[in-house]
């Protein structure tokens, strides 16, 4: 299959590229490098040869998009581009709309152009907004009602493509699935790809940055939730296994239809049992200090992902926090420096 993978150059679409790959499919990978990496591409063309390409462009530029689908004769996408700090997103909204929202139309209408007429869209746990207690785990019926402009920018192109899979007596109706996923950590087995944002803001990488000594410190931001150790909880979920679920979705478009589904090991850790896994894999001390809480940050999330495993059969293949961990400090030891 001839796949285009948009942010293909961030943490996330360079490992769904690196999968698909592997798996012996042509791979286009789009993005701006506003925040993907160059390193990570040159992993892909070194891995894919022939079979892959690199396109710079701006998912706001249709035309740049359609040209790139037409020439390489693309079949389906996997959509990543998108920008994702929550923080962020409050102080700029209007720049996530733009971004994850008016930028993924600039996406579809570029396909419908070309022909292309399947995707998979990276959705988030974020569109669940703050569920209640009696809610969790989240189930894919939970009512959603994000509480920040991330969370909206996204569950507004889940409407898109639901609205666009129902247009009545369309000639070839559109086929898309959005998967919403929780926090994503790890890196590639084999040590090719790793987790380098810049600015850092995900747990597992800051913490595994105090243990290489590039912070003295990691702020826990709230000690005083209603959980077992008064921190937040969170369901971790391996990035070789999320990246296995959209190839997974690949192979299970319908055209006409649109579906959603979770993903997640089904089982949340706390901020302080992720530090203790950190501790344990690097043998750092890696000290702590008390922070405010941040607000928006619900003190329980964690996925119920068998409507997946039952649809699917996907499963996810590492659910022991260590193993998550260890992945991601193999990398970020033998890459102190990130993709730089």
Request: hydrophobic share 40%; with cysteine.
């Amino acid at each position: 299959m001839r796949v285009l993978v948009t942010g293909g150059a961030g943490y996330i679409g360079s490992h769904a590229a690196l999968r698909l790959l592997g798996d012996g499919h042509e791979v286009v990978v789009l993005d701006d490098f506003s925040r993907g990496n160059r390193g990570a591409v040159e992993v892909l063309a070194r891995a894919g040869g022939e079979s892959f390409r690199c396109v710079e462009a701006d998912l706001a530029n249709t035309r740049a998009v359609a040209d790139a689908l037409r020439s390489s004769r693309i079949e389906a996408v996997l959509h990543f581009a998108a920008l994702a700090y929550v923080g962020e997103s409050v102080h700029e909204p209007r720049r996530y709309y733009e971004v994850n929202t008016a930028g993924a139309l600039s996406l579809l209408r570029a396909m419908r152009e070309a022909g292309v007429d399947r995707i998979v869209f990276s959705s988030t746990c974020a569109t669940y907004g703050e569920p209640p207690a009696d809610a969790i785990p989240i189930r894919e019926e939970t009512p959603q009602r994000p509480v920040n402009p991330y969370g909206r920018s996204k569950l507004f192109f889940e409407s898109i493509l639901r609205d666009e899979c129902a247009v009545p007596d369309a000639a070839r109706p559109l086929a898309a699935i959005a998967l919403r996923y929780f926090n994503v950590a790890g890196c590639d087995a084999h040590g090719r790809l790793g987790e380098d944002h810049r600015p850092e803001t995900h747990l597992i990488p800051i913490a595994l940055e105090v243990a290489l000594g590039k912070r003295d410190a990691l702020t826990i931001f709230g000690d005083d939730y209603a959980t077992p150790d008064g921190t937040c909880i969170r369901d971790y979920v391996h990035v070789d296994d999320l990246v296995a679920a959209h190839v997974a979705a690949l192979g299970a478009l319908r055209h006409g239809e649109f579906r959603a589904w979770n993903i997640g090991i089904g089982r949340g850790y706390s901020v302080r049992e992720v530090v203790e896994s950190c501790r344990r894999v690097t043998g750092h001390a890696i000290p702590t200090r008390a922070g405010a809480r941040r607000a928006g940050d619900p003190p329980v999330l964690f996925a119920d992902a068998s409507a997946i495993r039952r649809d699917l059969g996907w499963t996810p293949g590492c659910t022991e926090l260590d193993g998550i961990v260890r992945s991601a400090w193999n990398w970020m030891r033998a890459n102190p420096a990130g993709y730089a």
